[in-house]
């Protein structure tokens, strides 16, 4: 197997400048040991969810079939959601074992939890990611790794700082169709590289929302946490949230287009460094209560003159023939010798023959997980590495960031990857922060 | 609520100059310059409506704002010509959501100008979260002291809020301050002083922390140590390694929680001047095991040259050796020198099931040539995800010297152990060992053969297409007979696009006495679907063989256009035989659906007649689900309509929602009115809200 990069390499260059390494185990406070000279690793993870609203509660479901993890805390600001969750597993358990919380805080306290799930509204994932970091917790985190650029940093530096195990949920590097295309493309299958092209989700703005009373279920305060004070209005608090921009970047981030962001910089090899150009124009719903971006096209280039063009769906499907599929949010890669599309459940090339590539073991290889759970929990229990780890997820969020301030400067911004700013420019560098509703901090 | 504030002059006026480009021309289009009084002019209007706005009310000048706002960055004129008006809203009595935005804005482009408005507002009641999204992003020693001004307010809740801008903003002025803060009676402020003294950090920053710690409470003790580690590292960034190096050895000698200890050890390693090996290697003797997989962790800092497998050895004594952990790390890095151990593991048959997994892992990155065997003997013998582990190691098991180890092992082994080496093949590409598989196409175990053909189906080319058919001739079993099929079929895919793919195969036709193996090629001849061959395939549709009959149904059924649409039709028009009818009416919806030249509207016509030849609830079940892959008004209208049928109503349903979903770019009024109705008529929670889904898109 030739890797390209030695993973030696990849994770000296990932720590420069922090201490710490970049995945790492310990389930320590339930380890055994048995006989001399052999280490017999504990039977069970102890799990918590933090945030069991949509995408926490699959998760639930999905954890909960692993044989090696105990369920035995979760918290949600949403007192419903918590204790139907907990009603769930400790039905499955046939015991009361698993405890409901509040506040993030007592359930992180808790000496022994090992890993965590953190599924909770973007402007909360860095601040609970860096809770958990600190008392110890290994995660699963939810994408995006942030809300704005500068809490990529503070998740990094806390990360290997404090030696727990981090995995980003960005699980199609877990799926075979997005890897394989990776291989293709970093084996040249395609010919000289010239451009990607992906399509993110878009959404249906809706109209102004009246304030309405906060209901005794949910703690709105704690579900604000960091954004700004804003009246209640029930649609902020549901998975929607995504598409409001104090509390995410919507499709441009985690409302789907990391993911894909996430396989462009696999393809490219790009997981220590990223785009060093940006320019792009969108749009936000003339009124209402969304305020992300939400048709746009954006245009990185990269250090080698690939270029990336990011786009919503709906504009990719009207102007790019390939997209011009029921699955129309994918990533199409085009080469001097060939093009592949891959989305979630589909993949094309041309020539057809591409796809019945193999890639052979003196060839490229990426690394293979099939589950993208299994594979924290395997890092957990054994140390080792993670397929989407914490520099991997700076280094994607930092291109959905690129594209958000690019749109809204209205300017071709220059990136600098080594010191992770913008080049001559001020007012970007100005907008990779936000303010935070105190007494929340970095 | 109030009806919206109209902003329309501003808005044509700025959508004019730069909006409408979107998507009709190239990104790089240069926007109309506009005056900084122009700007100043427009920025006037929309703050004008911006006084009046609530949460609750339209903000419908937030583009306008946006779009504005584009050239206020790029041109310090209007900058000079904006800011004055911003600084006078916050002074009107304009309501909090509109300052709130304004604050934001501030936040990107204020200057010192900003900075008296925003200290008055820092202190307005209910304020300050308002004030500090701007005051703590203007740079410039006239924010840093507002900050510090408000320190010495009485309020809690005010003076956490301006320490945690200032170690945001890294004031050093405020160290003395907050080391006054750090000693105070109430925990949080002392804790935030703390903390933002770690983010300040420096050598006066750190020296304070230094002497409060021993006087520190219990509940500020760990916090005080994580914030003199933050100092420790930017001691590091900045080069001073000797100040970092002393912080790391005090707090790691003060036995703080793991996740300091932690931070401390890599630190030590980074600045201690010992060996790396026997850094590590001393603190795995000195330490608990229960810290053991962070020592560990510090592998992935070691150069290259450095190796750790010798660590086994230097351990031997030890009642803990970390093996688990060790195999993991060092494999990850590549770290050849462990390879010994990892294999006696396996060779001794490690009883933890953990340790074998990471081992066998280890032998994809560290493995040797020789390890193929070991592995293939693994996956031979494992169930469950070690087995696939050890198929997984072997496939990238890296360089030609193992494919030798491979083709050698395949003479030299038996049974499973050669079928798996067979398997390898084909998975690492190792077309030079064609010849070999054709050998073992014929091995007396089934497995070997099964694998043989499989890896065959991979690594042939075209030019021996001929032999693989020959295979397929002499199978003696239908699993080996369909594993020939996709075989041969792979290797006609390796063809030129104008090659005659199906050309030998015809060929053999003729050669074919076995009725089975005539089916194989006729099944595979479909799979190709090359027009040429309809009518060599209408021929067998007369044959005395049922088998063959079938064959040549489901071949024509897999058709990848229309071409054999008449037959099929003509054959479930006229058949009285139930399984041959259901077989060619779904081929006839199956090749009329794959057919992309042929219209919506054809392909509607076509499937309801095959919904008229239907003579059966499964039939027409396969028709409805053919009906809606149909994204047409015609196709929905049916749809609809078959609801009424309570036999056929949930696939109905599903075909409601399906066609819907194509229907809804092109037609989004007629496929909003249809969904409508059927809202009214069925009773399905899930199929309610996907339909819901799907109007919420189209309006």
């Given at each position: 197997m030739k890797i390209q990069q030695n993973r030696r390499h990849f994770l000296k260059k990932s720590i420069a400048g922090t201490a710490g390494a970049l995945v790492f185990p310990a389930i320590l406070p339930a380890r055994v040991f048995a006989a001399p000279g052999r280490t017999l690793p504990n039977d069970m993870i102890n799990f918590g969810l933090i945030g069991v609203g949509e995408m926490g509660s699959g998760h639930l479901r999905s954890f909960i079939?692993?044989?090696?993890?105990?369920?035995k805390a979760i918290c949600d600001v949403n007192s419903e959601d918590a204790n139907l969750a907990v009603e769930f597993t400790n039905n499955r358990y046939g015991s009361q074992e698993c405890t409901a919380y509040n506040d993030f805080r007592d359930l992180l306290a808790?000496?022994?939890?090992?890993a965590v799930l953190i599924a909770v509204p973007d402007h909360w994932h860095s601040l609970i990611g860096l809770e958990a970091a600190r008392q110890g917790k290994h995660m699963y985190y939810?994408?995006?790794?942030?809300?704005?650029?500068r809490e990529c940093q503070a998740m990094r530096q806390a990360i290997n700082r404090y030696g727990v195990v981090f995995q980003l949920g960005?699980?199609?590097?877990?799926?075979e169709r997005f890897r394989f295309t990776c291989e293709l493309v970093r084996n040249g299958k395609l010919g000289i590289l010239e451009k990607i092209t992906i399509g993110s989700a878009s959404y249906t703005p809706v109209g102004i929302q009246p304030e309405e009373p906060i209901p005794d279920w949910l703690d709105y305060d704690l579900w604000l946490?960091?954004?700004?004070l804003v009246p209640y209005t029930h649609l902020r608090c549901?998975?929607?949230?995504?598409?409001i921009y104090d509390h995410s970047l919507g499709c441009i981030s985690g409302a789907y287009g990391i993911h894909h962001v996430d396989i462009a910089q696999w393809a490219l090899d790009a997981d220590l460094t990223g785009p060093v150009e940006v320019e792009g124009r969108g749009s936000i719903p003339e009124e209402g209560l969304y305020d992300t971006i939400h048709t746009w096209k954006a245009v990185h280039t990269y250090a080698n003159g690939v270029k990336l063009e990011y786009l919503d769906h709906i504009s990719a499907r009207k102007q790019i023939p390939?997209?011009?599929?029921?699955?129309?949010?994918g990533i199409l890669f085009e080469g001097n010798k060939g093009w592949v599309y891959v989305a979630r459940g589909y993949i094309d090339a041309e020539p057809k023959s591409l796809l019945k590539t193999i890639i052979g073991p003196d060839e490229i290889q990426l690394p293979r997980s099939n589950d993208h759970r299994r594979n924290f929990l395997d890092a957990v229990r054994t140390g080792s590495p993670v397929i989407c780890p914490i520099e991997t997820a700076v280094r994607s969020d930092t291109v959905c960031h690129q594209a958000d301030i690019a749109i809204r400067l209205g300017q071709k911004l220059h990136w600098d990857?080594?010191?992770e700013e913008f080049i001559n420019n001020p007012t970007a560098n100005r907008m990779l922060s936000r303010p935070m509703r105190s007494p929340w901090h970095l | 609520m109030t009806p919206a504030l109209s902003t329309s002059l501003t808005k044509s006026f700025i959508q004019l100059v730069l909006v409408s480009f979107l998507y009709t021309t190239g990104i790089n289009l240069q926007a109309q310059a506009i005056s900084a009084a122009e700007i100043r002019t427009e920025m006037g209007k929309i703050l004008d409506v911006l006084a009046?706005?609530?949460?609750?009310?339209?903000?419908?000048?937030l583009p306008d704002l946006q779009h504005l706002m584009m050239e206020v960055y790029k041109n310090p004129e209007a900058l000079s010509e904006v800011e004055p008006l911003m600084i006078e809203f916050l002074q009107s009595d304009a309501r909090a959501a509109g300052k709130q935005y304004v604050c934001r804005e501030l936040g990107v482009i204020?200057?010192?100008?900003s900075v008296p408005v925003l200290s008055e507002l820092l202190v307005a009641p209910g304020m300050a979260g308002t004030a500090l999204l701007a005051l703590e992003k203007i740079p410039g020693a006239q924010a840093d002291q507002a900050l510090l001004k408000v320190l010495?307010?009485?309020d809690e809740v005010l003076q956490i809020a301006v320490i945690n801008s200032l170690a945001a903003r890294q004031v050093t002025a405020a160290i003395i301050p907050l080391t006054r803060l750090m000693r105070s009676d109430n925990e949080k402020l002392a804790l935030s002083a703390i903390s933002a003294l770690g983010s300040i950090a420096g050598a006066e920053a750190a020296k304070n922390l230094y002497d409060f710690s021993d006087e520190a409470p219990a509940s500020l003790k760990w916090a005080v140590l994580d914030a003199r580690l933050k100092c420790a590292d930017r001691f590091m960034e900045g080069g001073d390694k000797k100040n970092a190096a002393i912080i790391y050895e005090k707090v790691y000698q003060a036995d703080p929680p793991e996740t300091l200890k932690y931070n401390a050890l890599a630190g030590k390693f980074k600045t201690s001047s010992e060996d790396p090996y026997n850094f590590i290697l001393n603190h795995l003797r000195q330490e608990?095991?229960?810290?053991h997989p962070y020592i560990i962790q510090?592998?992935?800092?070691?150069?290259?040259?450095?190796?750790?497998?010798?660590i086994f050895d230097d351990m031997r004594?030890?009642?803990?050796?970390?093996t688990l952990h060790l195999f993991a790390a060092l494999a990850s890095i590549g770290d050849f020198s462990v390879h010994q151990e990892v294999i006696a593991s396996l060779v001794d048959r490690e009883e933890e099931e953990d340790v074998r997994m990471a081992a066998i892992r280890a032998l994809a990155s560290i493995?040797?040539?020789?390890d193929a065997l070991l592995l293939a003997e693994l996956a031979a013998s494992a169930k469950g995800p070690e087995k696939e582990l050890a198929r997984q190691s072997l496939y990238m098991l890296p360089g030609s010297k193992t494919n030798e180890k491979i083709r050698s092992g395949i003479r030299e082994e038996t049974g499973d152990i050669r079928a798996e080496l067979i398997r390898s093949t084909g998975e690492r590409n190792m077309d030079e060992a064609t010849e070999l598989l054709f050998e073992f196409t014929?091995?007396?175990d089934p497995n070997v053969r099964m694998e043989s053909i499989r890896a065959l189906g991979k690594l042939?080319?075209?030019?021996i297409l001929s032999d693989l058919i020959t295979v397929l001739m002499q199978t003696d079993t239908r699993r080996e007979r369909q594993e020939a099929e996709r075989a041969i079929y792979a290797v006609t895919q390796?063809?030129?696009?104008?090659?005659?793919?199906s050309a030998s195969i015809i060929g053999a036709l003729g050669n074919a006495e076995d009725p089975e193996v005539l089916a194989s090629l006729i099944n595979i001849i479909g799979m190709i679907g090359?027009?040429?061959d309809l009518d060599v395939l209408r021929e067998y549709l007369?044959?005395?063989e049922e088998g063959v009959q079938l064959a040549v149904i489901r071949a024509l059924s897999g058709?990848?256009?229309?071409?054999?649409m008449e037959d099929l039709k003509q054959l479930a028009s006229s058949t009285d035989d139930q399984r041959k009818h259901t077989l060619a009416l779904r081929g006839y919806v199956d090749v009329v659906l794959a057919?992309?030249?042929?219209s919506n509207d054809d392909k509607f016509r076509e499937i309801r007649h095959a919904y008229d030849l239907s003579t059966s609830t499964a039939e027409f079940r396969i028709v409805i689900s053919g009906l809606s892959r149909i994204g047409s008004l015609e196709a929905l209208d049916m749809a609809v309509r078959l609801l009424e049928n309570p036999e056929l109503r949930k696939e109905a349903e599903a075909a409601v929602v399906r066609i819907a979903e194509q229907t809804s770019w092109a037609y989004p009024k007629e496929t909003t009115r249809q969904l409508n109705l059927v809202l009214k008529k069925i009773n399905n929670k899930e199929v309610e809200q996907r339909i819901h889904r799907i109007l919420d898109r189209i309006n």
């Open positions: 079939e692993f044989d090696d993890i105990r369920v808790r000496k022994d939890i090992d939810e994408k995006p790794l942030s809300l704005f650029f960005t699980q199609q590097r877990s799926d946490g960091p954004a700004p549901t998975r929607n949230f995504t598409l390939q997209f011009n599929i029921p699955n129309s949010m990857p080594v010191k | 009046a706005y609530d949460y609750d009310k339209s903000r419908s000048w204020g200057t010192a100008l010495v307010e009485e608990d095991p229960e810290f510090l592998a992935y800092q070691l150069d290259d040259g450095q190796k750790l497998g010798r004594e030890s009642q803990n050796i970390p493995g040797e040539p020789s014929s091995d007396p042939a080319s075209p030019e390796k063809m030129p696009e104008n090659a005659d793919q090359d027009g040429k007369e044959s005395g058709w990848p256009d229309a071409g054999p057919d992309n030249q042929m």
